[in-house]
């Protein structure tokens, strides 16, 4: 019983991402790349044969018909195009730039600056995103007005907040890296 539910299960999650990516311009709600790539390869077939359909059914052993699916040529080729364009608009890579914002580190590291390549510093920046994100330094002037902080005798880095221009590269919609492009200001932050 609990592999019929299982089955049963299986195919109405399957059967619900047909009808959303069957219709023209259709997109799956929390879809991963693999889970669009698997439907793709799925239905792929179904197009290229002239008259190609998909039938999915869990049955009971008398032959009654308790879920099913069935994907015609047509629905197949929504179905292609819709996966194959959700997944390149969450692989889609980007960038926005910001200026003036207030960021503070979360990693700091006495390493000799690395202009242009990713740091093993991380900041944050509340404003945009909460989580802490890997700095990269456009230039040799931003990066060092940060490391002399870190640096500063006595000083502690976690306590200053740095004004700065930031292009913010995305991955999926999502920030991934912060490259300082300027650093306007040093402050001191309260406890």
């Known amino acids: 019983m609990e592999y019929a539910n299982t089955a049963i299960e299986f195919v109405k999650h399957i059967a619900g991402a047909v009808t959303v990516l069957g219709r023209p311009g259709g997109r799956l709600e929390n879809a991963t790349t693999q889970q669009l790539k698997n439907m793709n390869d799925m239905v792929h077939s179904v197009v290229k044969d002239t008259n190609g359909s998909l039938q999915i059914a869990v049955k009971h052993t008398n032959g009654e018909v ?12 929504h179905i292609v195009e819709n996966a194959r364009a959700q997944r390149l608009e969450l692989e889609g890579k ?3 730039s910001h200026q003036r914002v207030l960021m503070h580190l979360h990693q700091s590291s ?4 690395k202009v242009g390549k990713k740091t093993s510093e991380k900041g944050i ?3 945009l995103d909460p ?9 040799d002037l931003a990066g060092q007005r940060i490391k002399d902080a870190i640096l ?3 000083g502690n880095p976690y306590q200053k907040g740095f004004v700065v221009d930031l292009d913010v590269e995305t991955i999926g919609g999502r920030p991934r890296v912060y490259r300082v492009l300027a650093v306007h200001d040093v402050i001191d932050l309260e406890d």
């Open 66 to 77: 308790i879920q099913e699916i069935v994907v015609k040529k047509e629905d197949g080729r």
């Open 94 to 96: 980007g960038s926005a």
């Open 110 to 113: 006495v390493e000799n600056l």
């Open 125 to 127: 920046v509340e404003s």
């Open 131 to 139: 989580i802490p994100r890997t700095l990269i330094y456009a230039s």
């Open 152 to 154: 500063e005798p006595g």
